[in-house]
Antibody, heavy 124, light 116 residues
Framework: QVQLVESGGGVVQPGRSLRLSCAAS????????MYWVRQAPGKGLEWVAV????????YYADSVKGRFTISRDNSKSTLYLQMNSLRAEDTALYYC?????????????????WGQGTRVTVSS | QPVLTQPPSVSASLGASVTLTCTLS???????VDWYQQRPGKGPRFVMR????????SKGDGIPDRFSVLGSGLNRYLTIKNIQEEDESDYHC?????????????FGGGTKLTVL
């Protein structure tokens, strides 16, 4: 079935880096804008970053701007999140999710497919 | 950018009805909002999109007819009738916001629905 599978999470010390991956299957990955959304323990959802279907447009939440980089490889149907200079407040379950957008990252349908999440813990 | 405000928790009895509220900050009364259900230990699931005219588009896959939405002014409502045990979840609202060359997606804080 259509699915997204995240990987790459783990325990990392403050200031270090981590790269998350999100492997897509059974749909045309290159047709969808892709998002990273995180959820700190016991908290609500927080949007992290979005990348357009073709990788040309990328946007970030202020909380991660300058530290995180979203990218995609459409030939591998894989989404990435490079996380640098990690902080304790980045500790969360990280989800990838897809949206169909009619114009890069605007005029979008809802998030209709989510992964199961990969857990990132930033701690010394 | 808009701020979406949700009450942290709501409770309702089995078989009763409940209305969840998502309030947009001033100046964003024309915004559409998406509702998501998140059952314990699971990822979010799209419920439906709502504007001031009511539902926009179709409900998410498998969302029962007991779920409905309404929009008025700055408020976007999700009503669940004949509440079942499986409805006990966190409910999140969210909206797009584009401004010039910037773009953000904003979530509310989420509401935990407890079924009594």
């Amino acid at each position: 079935q259509v699915q997204l599978v995240e990987s790459g999470g783990g325990v990392v010390q403050p200031g270090r880096s981590l790269r998350l991956s999100c492997a897509a299957s059974r749909f045309t990955f290159s047709s969808y804008a892709m998002y990273w959304v995180r959820q700190a323990p016991g908290k609500g959802l927080e949007w992290v970053a979005v990348i357009s279907y073709d990788g040309t447009n990328k946007y970030y939440a202020d909380s991660v701007k300058g530290r995180f980089t979203i990218s995609r490889d459409n030939s591998k149907s894989t989404l990435y999140l490079q996380m640098n200079s990690l902080r304790a407040e980045d500790t969360a379950l990280y989800y990838c999710a897809r949206r169909y957008c009619r114009d890069l990252v605007t005029a979008c349908d809802a998030f209709d497919i989510w992964g199961q999440g990969t857990r990132v813990t930033v701690s010394s | 950018q808009p701020v979406l405000t949700q009450p942290p928790s709501v409770s309702a009895s089995l078989g009763a009805s409940v209305t969840l509220t998502c309030t947009l900050s001033s100046g964003y009364s024309n915004y559409k909002v998406d509702w998501y259900q998140q059952r314990p230990g699971k990822g979010p699931r799209f419920v439906m999109r709502v504007g001031t005219g009511g539902i926009v588009g179709s409900k998410g896959d498998g969302i029962p007819d007991r779920f409905s939405v309404l929009g008025s002014g700055l408020n976007r409502y999700l009503t669940i009738k004949n509440i079942q045990e499986e409805d006990e979840s966190d409910y999140h609202c969210g909206a797009d916001h584009g401004s010039g060359s910037n773009f953000v997606w904003v979530f509310g804080g989420g509401t935990k629905l407890t079924v009594l």
